[in-house]
């Protein structure tokens, strides 16, 4: 009997459950997830899967790991600070792919050299600049590099890399060996993203193997990819970038395994995100475009899915626009009043009753900010330090934002993820209408009184009492996890602009069943699997609203944590073959352009190189019982009625089983 661990760590819940010989789960268990030590939520989901299922720890065969840190750090803008090095571009390209966004401020050094399509060098490498700017930039967490052309010739990247970990020591993140594809600026925006996640990477998974080892787990530990395919924790920290998407895509994993659905649209709801996905054949499609996430497209194999912000610990926010009014919700993610005052009842109660007390609704009323502790806090302003030091615990967030300029510099901590800010989400309004009872309930309660005494457009209350207040917000969580489906569905359907056509009068009209002179009807015709530990409390209304089945299965609520180690390791690994002149096929790879008289040398020579790389990768993952495919794309054309090679792209795909301990 080989019993398995899986492992996701969310937003809100850390999930853990233990599966028998691949086929049933015999014990699942939640545990808040602790941002500031992983290890303690890790632990307590952990310890309680064991208990519940009277198994010893070192009877664990395998442990695997999912989690969506990577994607709600995207999503909400966080991560370390970085330097990018921008070899042989023009500035004007930092605008290019969304990069100049993703580095947010943070340094980058354009810098001379660079390579051409063809691999040959365009201009020295200006390695001199280099150092100096590394001595003026010394306050970053890790380094980003990306040069011009450097999927058909690494060499100035590699030289770079090395200067930088002898002057520095501090992570290195090369874009080809992130990606095999051209495209400079979004292999550019990659590696900052890889770079800006390696250090909640490297805690995550080095707090996540102590805490394992400290239970008594001596399995090796696995981590999910943001395709589903199983890496090893050493591979994850590398390359951190490829777990954007890993919980959802544990989801699907999940959701398959679940439902033995063939077709059918998974849509998992969590504290910080809901995610779309589609299972075709039994697979989760994989995006060609590659995984897109917190508005940026990456150059990342993942699952084809749509992320958005929206999860049950969504932001609740007002609209004033109108006579009407109402709410919307994210996408940025807070702590719930109702648990956070688990934490700190007295300060949180205290500064509740005040406000209600009070004549006039306050702007931050019921809104509490709190430190996260182990967080290096580096490259704060004067400002930004000054409100750091004041926030020494849990305060109500009114006490510490002293003018206006405060907020920018709080918005810049919670990006930096060194606070948390806390206020009300659709987690209280289910509270509210005792949907759920899991944290302070009188909390929601005053928080959502103190909400629904703001005004609208026609000088009335938002609400006239809390439940009525709890009830638009959980309408407004129905409405828009629709128009995330209907976008996801009209996306794969081939339409152009699907979010503004999910909005359309005519889609929404259809959606109610409009029948006046014109009858509409609108919805998906596909059946939705519902995950997440909320989901049967949200989603029956969904399923009503867009006329569909909706698949509740029993262990929706830890889909991640099931996935997360019932999937396979996959290493895929690409490369090219171009042709530089007639009867010249040139083989790019790390150690550079290697030159054959014929096209299938060539190729016979780039398949054996990358077979050898993936093979090893997916051993060096744990994995057994390897099988190992090959696919050519090769382009060519017609020139004076000869056909003539262009270039040949080549991928490599080693597969199988993680290794069970003994």
Known sequence: MALLLGVDTGGTYTDAVLIRDEREVIASAKSLTTRQDLAIGIGGAVRAVLAEAGVAAHEIALASLSTTLATNALVEGQGGRVGLVYIGFDARDLTAQGLADALAGDPALVLAGGHSHAGTEVAPLDLPALAAWLDAHADVSAYAVAAQFATRNPAHELAASALITAATGRPVSLSHHLSARLNGPKRALTAVLNARLIGLTHRLIGRAEEILAQIG????LMVVRGDGALISAAQARERPIETILS???ASIVGARWLTGADTAMVSDIGGTTTDVALLRGGRPAIDPQGARVGGWRTMVE????????????????????????????????VVPVSLVALDA????????DAALRAAVPG?????????????AAQGLNAREAALLARIDRLRPLAEVLTTRLDQAALSRLVARGLVQVAGVTPSDASHVLGRVDAWDAAAADKALRLFMRRRIGSG???ARDPQAMAQMIIDRLTHQTCQ??????LAEDGFDAPEALAAHPLMQGGLGGHAGLTRLQT?????????GASAPSYYPAVGARLGCRMILPDHAGVANAIGAVVGRVTMRRAGTVTSPSEGRFRVHLDAGPEDFAASEAAMARLEQVLRDAAETAARAAGADDLRTTATRDIRKAMVENREVFLEAHITVEASGRPRIAD
Not at 363 to 375: K, N, Q, S
């Open 484 to 489: 995330a489906l209907l976008e996801a569905a």
């Open 523 to 531: 919805g998906l015709a596909v059946d939705v699997v519902g995950l």
């Open 302 to 333: 993942a699952v084809a899915m749509r992320t958005t912000g929206l999860g049950g610990d969504s932001e609740v926010q007002m609209v004033a626009d109108g006579l009407a009014g109402g709410v919307t919700l994210g996408p940025r993610r």
């Open 345 to 352: 009842p007295d300060v949180v109660h205290g500064a509740l």
């Open 217 to 220: 787990v001596t399995a090796p």
């Open 247 to 249: 919980g959802p895509a």
């Open 460 to 462: 009335e209350v938002l």
């Open 363 to 375: 702007e931050h009323d019921a809104r509490f900010v709190r430190p996260v502790a182990g967080v």
